[in-house]
């Protein structure tokens, strides 16, 4: 249901979450939410992939394995989970231990294709981390903290998902080309600001367009030279021409014949296919809980983020718990079809608030066209050919969207009370410096290392459970920022109407308000029997 009353900060929604737009604007608009997210769900897998040492022939069809993943969990989370308009995608929260197990692996690998036992060892650790964040979801662990959180906790927290890409090299990189970048910004912002109600195309297709007209631009002044081979905003066409046109991307892929854990079967037409089988290693598993923690943190402030965006209540302890179990669920899938995980995704969230596009119907048209692209080489490498530069435009307007959403939430709080103005203040702060300092340390192995060294505790402290959790954690902005503001909000002393609880709670939605698949299917049962 839309929130129509004018004070609300989405009265601008355009399609509520349960309306269904004609299906030629419905794939366009599932396009443009795909868009949003598409540098973030390269980058994970490029970078994975530069880790591994992956051959380049290969590269294209892990890219893929990523969209094919991203399109069957968001049709997941849309239908059997939290039933948000949020896309799945490819965490960065569990990048930090996912890279630890690949250098481990790699460097003490016998069987001669040390990336693809690298990558079995990779799965096997989100496995059983991912088993662990259903049991949290769907025995109602995280839904049951929904009461000790207030407003002075989720603003800095949904603050800090926008302000998580403040620094990434596409928006602060030395050599960025940023005339390109201020293209893509300023004419995200002419469509959806200045002309939003000079044409509906302008309102619904800002980022679309944006992206569309400075693309055309980058790959015109790369044909033309202008744009030099490696420079920032280049466009190599060539690359797609190349690329193969379909991609075979199936469950256990990685195995490699002869390899530990490797089944090899004869298949009609297909041949000989080998089957990784995943390899589980404790300590590998231990570091990869630390990425599942701080994902389930982020995801939580990314519901109540889109809630608030879409016009509808903050989600309810049971809509929360059937989100978390479901991203455990897709992250088990993900690593079986030989991903790195999935997670709900900031970035078309950011999407919303510009363009006013909160419909579920939309997000699941993009993602079955995103489902079947992942299979075409072509469209993989096109989509690798967006320069970052463009993608550094898209983060500033959504991700800066993000971190209004988030303090718009201060308007519940009391802002004469000096006890929410420091924990919204050290909160923040903190939780853009621990992961800088994080950042400067290097690697969980040189925080382990050094945790070793402090006295008395540092046997404690230097142990890989201890040291890996707290190096992920603190790598999260949102889980550093989120877990400081929890903290101090209920431990110093504050009326419920100082922290914001008593207006709040107003706007949560009520657990009957939540029908997951299985009420929906009872009622239809019940129904048909009437």
């Given at each position: 249901?839309?929130?129509?009353?004018?004070?609300?900060?989405?009265?601008?929604?355009?399609?509520?979450?349960?309306?269904?737009?004609?299906?030629?604007?419905?794939?366009?608009?599932?396009?443009?939410?795909?868009?949003?997210?598409?540098?973030?769900?390269?980058?994970?897998?490029?970078?994975?992939?530069?880790?591994?040492?992956?051959?380049?022939?290969?590269?294209?069809?892990?890219?893929?394995?990523?969209?094919?993943?991203?399109?069957?969990?968001?049709?997941?989370?849309?239908?059997?989970?939290?039933?948000?308009?949020?896309?799945?995608?490819?965490?960065?929260?569990?990048?930090?231990?996912?890279?630890?197990?690949?250098?481990?692996?790699?460097?003490?690998?016998?069987?001669?294709?040390?990336?693809?036992?690298?990558?079995?060892?990779?799965?096997?650790?989100?496995?059983v981390a991912a088993v662990v964040e259903v049991f949290v979801g769907y025995f109602g662990l995280l839904g049951r903290l929904r009461k000790f959180i207030s407003p002075v906790v989720i603003a800095p927290?949904?603050?800090?998902?926008?302000?998580?890409?403040?620094?990434?090299?596409?928006?602060?990189?030395?050599?960025?080309?940023?005339?390109?970048?201020?293209?893509?910004?300023?004419?995200?912002?002419?469509?959806?600001?200045?002309?939003?109600?000079?044409?509906p195309a302008f309102k619904l297709f800002p980022v679309l367009l944006g992206v569309i007209v400075s693309y055309v631009v980058a790959a015109g002044l790369s044909v033309a030279g202008v744009i030099a081979?490696?420079?920032?905003?280049?466009?190599?066409?060539?690359?797609?021409?190349?690329?193969?046109?379909?991609?075979?991307?199936?469950?256990?892929?990685?195995?490699?014949?002869?390899?530990?854990?490797?089944?090899?079967?004869?298949?009609?037409?297909?041949?000989?296919?080998?089957?990784?089988?995943?390899?589980?290693?404790?300590?590998?598993?231990?570091?990869?809980?630390?990425?599942?923690?701080?994902?389930?943190?982020?995801?939580?402030?990314?519901?109540?983020?889109?809630?608030?965006?879409?016009?509808?209540?903050?989600?309810?302890?049971?809509?929360?718990?059937?989100?978390?179990?479901?991203?455990?669920?897709?992250?088990?899938?993900?690593?079986?079809?030989?991903?790195?995980?999935?997670?709900?995704?900031?970035?078309?969230?950011?999407?919303?608030?510009?363009?006013?596009?909160?419909?579920?119907?939309?997000?699941?048209?993009?993602?079955?066209?995103?489902?079947?692209?992942?299979?075409?080489?072509?469209?993989?490498?096109?989509?690798?050919?967006?320069?970052?530069?463009?993608?550094?435009?898209?983060?500033?307007?959504?991700?800066?969207?993000?971190?209004?959403?988030?303090?718009?939430?201060?308007?519940?709080?009391?802002?004469?009370?000096?006890?929410?103005?420091?924990?919204?203040?050290?909160?923040?702060?903190?939780?853009?410096?621990?992961?800088?300092?994080?950042?400067?340390?290097?690697?969980?192995?040189?925080?382990?290392?050094?945790?070793?060294?402090?006295?008395?505790?540092?046997?404690?402290?230097?142990?890989?459970?201890?040291?890996?959790?707290?190096?992920?954690?603190?790598?999260?902005?949102?889980?550093?920022?989120?877990?400081?503001?929890?903290?101090?909000?209920?431990?110093?002393?504050?009326?419920?109407?100082?922290?914001?609880?008593?207006?709040?709670?107003?706007?949560?939605?009520?657990?009957?308000?939540?029908?997951?698949?299985?009420?929906?299917?009872?009622?239809?049962?019940?129904?048909?029997?009437?």
């Amino acid at each position: 249901m839309v929130v129509t009353d004018d004070s609300s900060p989405s009265s601008f929604v355009q399609y509520g979450i349960d309306d269904k737009p004609p299906l030629p604007t419905a794939l366009l608009l599932g396009a443009q939410h795909y868009l949003t997210m598409v540098g973030a769900n390269i980058a994970v897998p490029l970078i994975l992939a530069g880790a591994l040492g992956m051959p380049a022939d290969v590269i294209p069809r892990f890219v893929g394995t990523f969209f094919v993943v991203s399109g069957i969990a968001t049709l997941m989370q849309t239908t059997f989970g939290n039933r948000y308009p949020i896309v799945q995608g490819a965490p960065f929260s569990m990048l930090a231990p996912a890279l630890a197990v690949i250098g481990v692996a790699t460097a003490t690998d016998q069987s001669g294709v040390a990336w693809q036992s690298a990558l079995l060892q990779l799965q096997g650790a989100i496995i059983v981390a991912a088993v662990v964040e259903v049991f949290v979801g769907y025995f109602g662990l995280l839904g049951r903290l929904r009461k000790f959180i207030s407003p002075v906790v989720i603003a800095p927290t949904i603050a800090l998902i926008g302000l998580s890409l403040f620094n990434a090299s596409q928006v602060a990189s030395a050599t960025n080309n940023w005339w390109l970048l201020g293209l893509t910004l300023a004419l995200i912002v002419l469509f959806s600001q200045y002309l939003d109600t000079a044409h509906p195309a302008f309102k619904l297709f800002p980022v679309l367009l944006g992206v569309i007209v400075s693309y055309v631009v980058a790959a015109g002044l790369s044909v033309a030279g202008v744009i030099a081979p490696g420079a920032a905003g280049y466009v190599n066409l060539q690359t797609v021409i190349e690329a193969p046109a379909l991609m075979p991307i199936y469950p256990l892929q990685w195995g490699f014949a002869g390899g530990a854990g490797t089944t090899t079967v004869s298949l009609p037409v297909v041949g000989s296919v080998a089957f990784g089988i995943p390899q589980f290693t404790t300590s590998f598993i231990i570091g990869m809980l630390a990425g599942v923690a701080a994902s389930m943190v982020e995801s939580f402030g990314d519901y109540h983020a889109v809630a608030r965006l879409s016009g509808v209540g903050a989600p309810s302890e049971r809509r929360i718990n059937h989100g978390i179990g479901m991203e455990g669920a897709m992250n088990v899938f993900s690593a079986v079809m030989g991903g790195s995980g999935s997670t709900s995704y900031s970035e078309n969230i950011g999407a919303i608030g510009l363009t006013g596009v909160a419909s579920r119907y939309v997000v699941q048209v993009g993602a079955v066209v995103m489902l079947v692209m992942g299979f075409v080489g072509y469209f993989g490498q096109l989509i690798a050919t967006i320069p970052d530069p463009i993608v550094g435009g898209l983060y500033v307007a959504m991700f800066g969207q993000i971190v209004a959403v988030g303090l718009s939430n201060l308007k519940y709080v009391d802002l004469d009370s000096s006890r929410n103005v420091f924990i919204v203040g050290v909160a923040m702060f903190a939780g853009l410096a621990v992961p800088a300092y994080m950042g400067n340390v290097g690697s969980a192995a040189a925080f382990r290392e050094g945790m070793r060294q402090v006295a008395l505790v540092g046997p404690v402290l230097g142990t890989q459970l201890v040291a890996d959790t707290v190096f992920v954690i603190g790598s999260t902005g949102m889980a550093v920022g989120g877990l400081i503001a929890f903290f101090f909000d209920n431990t110093i002393a504050g009326t419920r109407a100082e922290r914001g609880l008593e207006e709040w709670e107003d706007t949560v939605e009520d657990d009957d308000d939540f029908e997951s698949a299985l009420d929906r299917f009872r009622g239809d049962e019940s129904a048909t029997a009437d």
